[in-house]
Structures are given as structure tokens and as C-alpha cells.
């Protein structure tokens, strides 16, 4: 049993994915080529922006969007505690510092509350001058835009969503990689939407912003004279054969994938309610389910678990096992895990469960009966 099934993806997907990859070749169009221009279009209508810029990779979206907001030496970003350390390194790639902030142990996702907390804390300091907020859509769900528009708004903070997990997710009828200034995304091969390799986008509704981004992601070149450097930039292109395999993917995920997914996600749910403690998505959202992620009582019966799903040739995963303020890049800040209890505790607790579009109700179930066997 696979994790998360690539393979059986491909077999899924392979005629139009091979044929995508071969016309790439024959037009030697190798960068920005015609895909590119497809996907960003296709891409920009499926969540609702007027722009989508492709990029390298999820990391690189992140930095370029701060680049493109001029962020940088002196400013606070704010981001969850837990998540992957894209969302916080970032602000430390500008030259910015990060300031973490505690999770919800619901919905994993930024607590608005300890959000203002921490922003009032930046301002009383006095020392850096808080600019954004950086909200995961952690393991797919979007996080409480709703809460967090206002705190932005109060504090005159500008939002760049990390939607590196939440591509498809949704609030009532608005998509993921819509909220916010900027949002982000990648397209690394286990996110809901991958490529054969790194990849990543950039989404606003700003047109001088998508300007600049398409700018900074390819050295910074004039829009009318690319030998005319208008500013420093970086080299961060989505490769044109990674936007042809990306073309059906997206295909497959808005048609089948999405759905799929809340399908195998109920099937956990069903039949894992009031056992262990299920993923909680709020009323009116929509998850891509980049992880099914449980909780367990303690840390034992968490590592108990996972030893015993091994035995039965079941993969799971931690995700994560550290939060930002426990990382040693980040031992200077000095943070305490006291500021942090709930993302400590998910550290502790948390256990991902396979997850993707071509699990079976039979797989769910054998993974099901086994979590149950083990937990009384
Ligand atoms: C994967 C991920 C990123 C970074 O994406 P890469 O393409 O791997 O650079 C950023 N934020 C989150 C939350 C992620 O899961």
C-alpha cells in the first residue's frame, strides 16, 4: 500500500500525459512554452484570480510574493507554529523575520486569537514593523479567512495565503488560492495538485503585482525588453513539461480527484468517528485533503499506532513532529513551548493516514479495522 499512489495516477492518466510530455520535446519549447501559458490561464479561472504566474517551486512562490510586496529587513510576518518551514523561512529569505503563532488543535489551522495576541505583542516591542500574515491551508482546509481578514484589516496587515496543501479547497463558493493579497502554491509531487518534479504558482487579482512577479521570476526583466533588468530577480520558471503533465492532472482533480478524495476521507470518518479523533472541517468548507491526519490520546498510543499499521504494511505519517519554534534555524528567536501548547500537543498527537483519489473502500477498511483493533 502506497501513501500516497502516484503510480497507479499515472496508469490512470498515462496516454494523455506521455502525449503532453512527447509534444514538448518536438516543439523544443522547453521554457514558458505554449502549456505554460495554458495552465496559468486554466489555473487563474479554476480558483478565481485574474492572474496565476508559474513558478519553480512552492518555496519560491512564497519569496517571490514578499519580493513583490516589497517586504523585507525590519518587517514581521506572521505564520502558524505548525506547518512545513516553507511558510517561515520565506520571511527570513527577504531579509524579514518570521513570528509564529499558535494553531486551533481543530482545524490545525492559525488561531485567529493568538494571531492577535502575537501581532499586539510585534507592536508593543516596538522593534520590527509588522507587514503580513502568512495563514496555512494546512492539510488542505483553508484557514478562517473570514477571522483573519479582519485582524488584517485592524492592523493594517497585507494576507499571502500558503495554499501549498489547499489547492481546490473552499469556503462557501470562493476556491483556495483566492484569499488574500497573494496566494501560493505547489506543485510538488504529494500535494493535491503535483507535478513530475518542483513546480509552484503565484496568484493575485493585482495586475501590478502579477506584473512584477512575472518579472522577478525571470531575473527581473523589463515586460518590453528582457536584456533591460528593471530590478534584481531570481531564475524560478515552471518548466514547460511540467506544465504539460499538470494540464491533465488539473483535468483529472477537477473532475474526479476532488471528489474522490471526500469520498475516501468520509470513508475514514465513518468508520473511525468516536474512536480517535477525526479531522474537523467547519461548516461550509470544502477540504482538498492533502492529508487525512488523526488524533491520537498521547504520544504512546500515537507511536504504538503507527508501529502496528507498519506491521500490517500500512504507511502513516507525523506531520509534523516539530513546530516552527522548536526548529534549530530558529533557536535564535528563543521561543518557548509554552507559547505554543497547541501546536506542542499536535506534535505529539498527530498521525496521517493514506490519502489520495484511488484508495478503496476495501483499503479504508483494512486500515479502519486495524486502527480499531489497536485502539479499545
Ligand atoms: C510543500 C509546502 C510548501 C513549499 O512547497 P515546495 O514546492 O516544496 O517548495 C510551502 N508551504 C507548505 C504548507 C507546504 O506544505
Redesign the pocket.
Known amino acids: 500500500m502506497q501513501f500516497r499512489d502516484l503510480r497507479k495516477q499515472y496508469q490512470v492518466l498515462k496516454p494523455e500525459i506521455d502525449r503532453g510530455i512527447q509534444e514538448v520535446i518536438d516543439s523544443t519549447a522547453f521554457i514558458l512554452g505554449k502549456p505554460v501559458l495554458d495552465l496559468e490561464k486554466e489555473l487563474a479561472e479554476y480558483v478565481g484570480r485574474k492572474h496565476c504566474v508559474a513558478c519553480g517551486?512552492?518555496?519560491?512562490a512564497?519569496v517571490l510574493a514578499l519580493k513583490a510586496l516589497d517586504i523585507g529587513s525590519g518587517d514581521a510576518v506572521f505564520t502558524a507554529d505548525f506547518?512545513?518551514i516553507?511558510?517561515a523561512s520565506c520571511a527570513e529569505l527577504v531579509g524579514a523575520t518570521s513570528v509564529f503563532v499558535d494553531i486551533d488543535l481543530e482545524t490545525f489551522n492559525i488561531d485567529p486569537s493568538s494571531l492577535e495576541k502575537q501581532i499586539k505583542k510585534v507592536f508593543d516591542q516596538g522593534k520590527l514593523k509588522p507587514k503580513a500574515i502568512i495563514p496555512?491551508d494546512?492539510f488542505g482546509q483553508p484557514a478562517n479567512y473570514r477571522e483573519l481578514e479582519k485582524i488584517a484589516q485592524k492592523y493594517g496587515l497585507i494576507i499571502v495565503e500558503?495554499a501549498?496543501?489547499g489547492f481546490g479547497g473552499m469556503i462557501g463558493k470562493k476556491r483556495a488560492c483566492s484569499f488574500g493579497k497573494i496566494s501560493c502554491t505547489?506543485?510538488?509531487p504529494a500535494?493535491p495538485l503535483g507535478c513530475y518534479g518542483?513546480?509552484?504558482a503565484i496568484f493575485t487579482d493585482d495586475d501590478r503585482i502579477a506584473e512584477r512577479l512575472r518579472s522577478l521570476r525571470a531575473g527581473g526583466k523589463s515586460p518590453v525588453d528582457k536584456y533591460d533588468n528593471v530590478e534584481i530577480g531570481t531564475n524560478s520558471r515552471l518548466d514547460t513539461i511540467q506544465a504539460a503533465i499538470l494540464l491533465p492532472k488539473f483535468h483529472a482533480f477537477r473532475e474526479q480527484e476532488l471528489v474522490n478524495v471526500n469520498k475516501v476521507a468520509n470513508w475514514y470518518t465513518s468508520r473511525l468517528k468516536g474512536k480517535v479523533v477525526t479531522p474537523k472541517v467547519l461548516d461550509g468548507y470544502l477540504s482538498s485533503w492533502?492529508q487525512y491526519t488523526i488524533l491520537l490520546k498521547n504520544k504512546e498510543e500515537r507511536d504504538r499506532l503507527q508501529f502496528v499499521l507498519k506491521e500490517n504494511g500500512i504507511p502513516s505519517m507525523i506531520y509534523y513532529p516539530r513546530g516552527m519554534h522548536q526548529q534549530k534555524a530558529f533557536k535564535n528567536l528563543g521561543l518557548n513551548d509554552e507559547d505554543y501548547p497547541n501546536a506542542v500537543e499536535a506534535t505529539k498527537r498527530v498521525l496521517s493516514l493514506p490519502m489520495h483519489p484511488y484508495l478503496t473502500e476495501e483499503e479504508v477498511e483494512y486500515i479502519c479495522s486495524a486502527i480499531l483493533k489497536e485502539i479499545k
Not at 517551486?57 to 519560491?60: E, F, K, Q, R
Open positions: 517551486n512552492g518555496t519560491d512564497l506547518t512545513y516553507a511558510s496555512v494546512l500558503d501549498a496543501q505547489s506543485f510538488f500535494k518542483d513546480g509552484g492533502a
